[in-house]
């Protein structure tokens, strides 16, 4: 990261004396402004919340420009990608930063399945909750308790570490995912299949049982593998930006990675995609597409708190490129399931179509994102809803690790700490409880 030789100059319109800024220019994307020196200089913050406009660190592993809908993992466009590669490509593409040649993947493969199966002991940890429990309650706390397994790689200062723990995470999240699946419908867990490609692995683990030999179908296991393709990273998001800060404090990976999996829970992150199912059933439910125009109308309006799930983005400002290439895979798993007649699917198309026409959403440039598209394949295959984020966490597991890895090993990185505008109450004093 060089300056460039424009200058950025901050000025005050009382007087105080203006100030200039170097300006860094990335490879692509916007140019940044420096501003670590301000308060030392100037005495005074910067305020940004929901960081619209403040990059937050330097990275060479995604990018995302939004008013074209395109989408790099390391350079490589998501199309080629999702076309050429599978996800252990995709996830050696984003730790080591190029994609493997044939012995490279041949090793990388070979690394990954000796990981698959989790300490024994984890079936007893799983016992302690509640079959009912929501699968992202059970994530956060199984990939959190790894820590406590795996003492050997905790120490995200030392590079071994932090790659045995990688691969690790990288290879036991479809095992956990699987058996928090097994666990609430009761089914014995079944042990991973290193024959198995990593999305095939997971549909068996998923879906087998021990009375009966059971053949992964190849279409759900493309779809599948797809899926976590394009999830695999997306740059300085809400659970990666978590991860990030997490990690700064030198916690273990573990740990770090535990709390991505707590943010991307939530319904306006990962949490989309079983948000998105959840609407096209109710309104399926309240009477199916003759009722889009009701849900519409409440979606626009302002005193309502409904939004139209699976739409819009904070950097997409054009049509997602994951949406289009789940909307294709959307096609294929209905169309080989015999499923193209479904009609949550016509729903969602129907509305899709109308909210793309309407200027509510035009005018704020509202399209539908991967989490649109990513529910009905899932459900397709035979995922429970619930368990939808939880696909989505195993997949972002990668780039979460890639960042935080490229974060400990940034010369420039800190323990993260905003600051803030205080606008409480001075210094005051404690009145006895008396005279309160
Ligand atoms: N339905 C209806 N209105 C919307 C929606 C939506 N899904 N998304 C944004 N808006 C409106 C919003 O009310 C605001 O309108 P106004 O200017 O009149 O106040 C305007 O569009 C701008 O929205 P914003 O809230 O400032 O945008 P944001 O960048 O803060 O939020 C978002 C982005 C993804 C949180 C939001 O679009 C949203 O909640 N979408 C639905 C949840 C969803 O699908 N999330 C998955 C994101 S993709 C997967 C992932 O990365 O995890």
Redesign the pocket.
């Known amino acids: 990261m060089s300056p460039s030789d424009v200058k950025a100059t901050l000025s005050f319109s009382d007087g105080s004396p203006s100030i200039d800024l170097p300006l860094y220019k990335g490879s692509i994307g916007p140019d940044v402004i420096d501003i670590r020196k301000l308060y030392a200089q100037t005495g005074k913050f910067t305020y940004d919340p929901?960081f619209l406009s403040t990059a937050s660190c330097n990275s060479t592993i995604t990018y995302i420009d939004g008013d074209k809908g395109e989408l790099l993992y390391r350079g490589y466009p998501i199309e080629q990608i999702a076309q050429s590669c599978d996800f252990l490509d995709t996830c050696h593409l984003l730790l080591y930063g190029d994609l493997p040649n044939l012995t490279q993947r041949d090793d990388f493969h070979k690394l990954v399945a000796n990981h698959t199966m989790v300490n024994e002991q984890m079936q007893f940890f799983l016992r302690g909750f509640r079959r009912d429990a929501h699968p992202m309650a059970i994530m956060t706390g199984l990939v959190g308790a790894l820590s406590a397994f795996y003492h050997d790689s905790t120490d995200i200062n030392n590079p071994q570490h932090r790659e045995i723990s990688a691969i690790r995470l990288i290879a036991k999240m479809p095992t956990l995912v699987a058996m928090a699946y097994k666990y609430s419908v009761g089914q014995p867990y079944m042990y991973p299949r290193n024959n198995l490609s990593y999305a095939g692995n997971f549909i068996h683990m998923m879906f087998a049982t021990p009375c009966e030999d059971y053949t992964v179908n190849p279409i759900i296991e493309r779809a599948l593998d797809r899926i976590f393709m394009l999830h695999a990273d997306?740059e300085q998001?809400a659970s990666t930006s978590t991860v990030r800060l997490c990690g700064s404090s030198g916690t273990n990976p573990f740990a770090a990675i535990a709390a991505g999996v707590a943010c991307?829970w939530g319904?306006?992150?990962?949490g989309?995609n079983e948000?998105?199912l959840n609407m096209l059933e109710d309104i399926q439910k309240m009477g199916g597409a003759e009722r889009i125009g009701d849900f519409i109308r409440q979606?626009k309006d302002?005193n309502s708190t409904v939004?139209?799930?699976?739409?819009?983005?904070?950097v997409y400002k054009n049509y997602?490129p994951r949406a289009k290439l789940m909307r294709e895979t959307c096609h294929e798993v209905l169309t080989a399931l015999g499923l193209h007649d479904d009609p949550l699917f016509k729903l969602a198309m129907t509305l899709e179509k109308i909210a793309l026409e309407d200027d509510?959403?035009v005018s704020?440039k509202?399209y539908p994102?991967?989490?649109?598209y990513s529910g009905i394949v899932q459900r397709a295959i035979g995922i429970p809803v619930g368990l939808f984020t939880a696909v989505f966490a195993l997949a972002r597991t990668v780039g979460w690790i890639a960042q935080l890895n490229e974060m400990i090993s940034d010369p420039e990185y800190k323990i993260g700490r905003p600051r803030q505008l205080f606008v409480g109450a001075k210094a005051r004093d404690v009145v006895p409880i008396a005279l309160r």
Do not use: I, S
């Not at 939004?307 to 904070?314: D, N, V």
């Open positions: 929901g997306h998001n991307l319904p306006a992150h990962g989309a948000a998105a979606v302002k939004k139209l799930m699976g739409f819009g983005h904070r997602d509510y959403f704020r509202l994102n991967v989490d649109f």
